[in-house]
């Protein structure tokens, strides 16, 4: 089964700076690879979807890779803002054999960008 | 498009009450998921459904949970009895099956505190 891990479980950070999140996974039999914010009493909402062929993708200040050798992926956030400030979720999408869908996620990371 | 839609959003209930959540996916997504959050676990999956039949549902903790998709627009999460660790966040989510790259969309949550 594959397991997901993010670390680290919290963050705190300054205005203006540079950040990176990391996700580990166990398994490279993926087919892609989400970066998910959670806000505090709301549900998840997708940053950004790199498929398993693909090495990284862009939005905005947001950059995530992917190294599916490694099990290892990033989420760089560029320039932040307090309004940055959410839990940062990781989810792969398993391969299944059967029809439908398998996705895996990590337990996040907890930014907080202190204006 | 409304998205992922779930009802009821706060639920405070008695232990060994039955407790309904329902779920809207979006219209053309053929896999629904229910998710539970808590801050001790994470989001766990408890149960998938790929064209209104459950996949997978070994996430389910228990007999008390049970989980029905009778249409491809609807879907129901019962609790019965309810008991005081039940208390979480119960996300319901919606994707196209297919392995080409798809995302996964959340609800904004049903909130259920039993006491």
């Known amino acids: 089964k594959q397991e997901v891990t993010q670390i680290p479980a919290a963050l705190s950070v300054p205005e203006g700076e540079n950040l990176v999140l990391n996700c580990s996974f166990t398994?490279?039999?993926?087919?892609?690879l989400q970066w998910f914010r959670q806000d505090p009493g709301k549900g998840l909402t997708s940053l950004l979807l790199?498929?398993?062929?693909?090495r990284e993708q862009t939005s905005g200040r947001l950059n995530a890779s992917l190294d599916k050798s490694s099990g290892r992926s990033t989420l760089y956030i560029a320039a932040s803002q307090p309004g940055d400030s959410a839990t940062y979720l990781c989810?792969?999408?398993?391969?299944?054999?059967?029809?439908?869908?398998?996705?895996?996620f990590g337990t996040g990371t907890s930014l907080t960008v202190i204006p | 498009d409304a998205g992922v839609i779930q009802s009821p959003r706060h639920e405070v209930t008695e232990m060994g009450q039955e407790v309904t959540l329902r779920c809207k996916p979006i219209?053309?997504?053929?896999?629904l998921f229910w998710y539970r959050q808590t801050m001790m676990r994470g989001l766990e999956l408890l149960i998938y459904?790929?064209?209104?039949?459950?996949?997978?549902d070994s996430g389910m903790p228990e007999d008390r949970f049970s989980a029905k998709m009778p249409n491809a627009s609807f879907s129901t999460l019962k609790i019965q009895p309810s008991e005081p660790r039940d208390s979480a966040v119960y996300f319901c989510?919606?994707?196209?099956?297919?392995?080409?790259?798809?995302?996964?969309?959340f609800g904004e949550g049903s909130w259920l505190t039993v006491v």
């Open positions: 790199i498929q398993s062929s693909q």
């Open positions: 398994d490279s039999a993926i087919y892609n």
């Open positions: 989810s792969l999408g398993g391969e299944e054999v059967h029809t439908g869908n398998q996705f895996y």
């Open positions: 219209s053309g997504h053929n896999s």
């Open positions: 989510a919606s994707s196209f099956g297919g392995h080409s790259g798809n995302t996964i969309y």
């Open positions: 459904f790929n064209n209104n039949v459950p996949i997978d």
